[in-house]
């Protein structure tokens, strides 16, 4: 009987804190390059550039490449594991942002991602954003801070090989877990 008692006081408490966990969230990395915001927007809104600093070296995906080469209506398509997704440069502010979304599989996740960039002729900080929201499903509202954590990784693993590229020297450092 204290076993079903406290079984139930667990189930409860696990609803309830569910309850309690936002449905949208936001992870936001920051990184310092030394080259100028134009000459980093101008690579970044190039989608071609992309999986140079997205995707580890031992990655193979084909793209396919949708609408103008680079800026606002550029997309691409890919698939991985039989899991369709895609990406669609949105609003870009000349030397200052680049918004984009992406949608895994087919829409049933969507992800929204902001870069924005700051500095001046020598140095840019870039500041990374991806927004997106959990379903209403009490289980799925956990797995939202693995997918935080996920996308946290990512993030900083990307930002470590953009910054590898336009700053070589760093090479023989070892990128962060």
């Not at 895994?104 to 140095?123: D, H, M, P, V, W």
């Amino acid at each position: 009987m204290v076993v079903w008692l406290f079984t139930g006081i667990v189930m409860i408490l696990f609803v309830l804190a569910a309850l309690f966990i936002p449905a949208k969230w936001r992870v936001k990395e920051t990184a310092d390059l030394n080259i100028s915001c134009l000459e980093l927007y101008e690579f970044l809104l190039n989608l071609k550039n992309w999986p140079s600093w997205q995707m580890d070296e031992n990655t193979a995906i084909p793209f396919m490449y949708v609408g103008p080469e680079r800026g606002e209506g550029a997309s691409k398509y890919w698939e991985i594991n039989g899991v369709p997704a895609s990406l669609k440069i949105g609003l870009c502010v000349q030397g200052k942002n680049i918004q984009y979304e992406m949608r895994i599989n087919k829409g049933e996740t969507i992800l929204r991602f902001g870069i924005i960039l700051s500095g001046n002729q020598r140095s840019t900080t870039l500041t990374w954003m991806c927004e997106g929201t959990s379903k209403k499903n009490l289980f799925e509202r956990y797995l939202t801070f693995y997918d935080k954590w996920t996308m946290r990784r990512e993030m900083k693993a990307a930002l470590f090989r953009l910054k590898k590229i336009h700053e070589p020297q760093l090479e023989e450092l070892k990128q962060p877990a």
